[in-house]
């Protein structure tokens, strides 16, 4: 599977396109820099194949960027269900947009839950519930490829934080443990560098991070 990072600017966190004959754009930044990410996306697809969105959690830094890339591409935004009300509300706490100093755009989304599956056409992403860094942080797996585009979940060697709005500190480790028990080759995380052919191992790390096994 071809996943292509989309580094951020700023404080942006990264963003994933899956290219396919369907492609998928994971997650959308804090839109600040809404014309070079648009700029980085069409050079790698037409405007019209891009039609879906897929926010791996709440937070300013991932679906800032979401109300003027889905209005630009014509595109449906996904979300899980448990951090989409605050998103479709645009609430400045919820969303932590407060945080940066900014207020956010009110985003139409689709709810989605565990166990949903995004096809790109030659590729299958299963929605993974992974709650602990927000209650409807998710992750993306390709059981083929062992890919996993982890949000803040889990990152290179670290977690994301527990101590914003909805998140838990017992629940990111059971993620995190739920997560070592998948096969996975590459990580593709919501911040700092991917883990490629090394993913296990980084979520393993990660563990030892949060002071457990």
Not at 100 to 109: G, K, M, N, S, Y
Not at 117 to 130: A, D, N, Q, Y
């Amino acid at each position: 599977m071809t996943i292509h990072l989309l580094p951020g600017k700023g404080y942006d966190g990264n963003m994933f396109l899956v290219e396919g004959s369907d492609p998928i754009l994971v997650d959308t930044g804090t839109g600040q820099h809404y014309p070079a990410i648009l700029k980085s996306i069409l050079d790698l697809v037409p405007m019209q194949k891009l039609k879906t969105i897929v926010l791996t959690h709440r937070h300013y830094d991932h679906v800032g960027g979401a109300s003027a890339l889905m209005k630009r591409l014509g595109a449906k935004v996904y979300i899980h269900e448990l951090d989409a009300k605050v998103v479709m509300n645009g609430d400045s706490w919820g969303t932590m947009s407060s945080m940066f100093d900014q207020t956010i755009d009110a985003i139409e989304v689709t709810p989605i839950k565990a166990g949903q599956i995004f096809s790109t056409g030659e590729h299958r992403l299963k929605v993974l519930h992974t709650p602990g860094h927000s209650a409807g942080s998710i992750c993306l797996y390709d059981e083929t490829t062992k890919d996993l585009i982890s949000g803040d979940t889990v990152f290179n060697g670290g977690v994301g934080r527990w101590d914003l709005p909805s998140g838990n500190y017992e629940a990111l480790v059971m993620s995190i443990r739920g997560l070592r028990e998948l096969r996975v080759n590459s990580l593709h995380p919501g911040h700092g560098p991917c883990g490629i052919g090394d993913g296990n191992e980084q979520i393993l790390e990660a563990l030892s991070y949060l002071g457990e096994s």
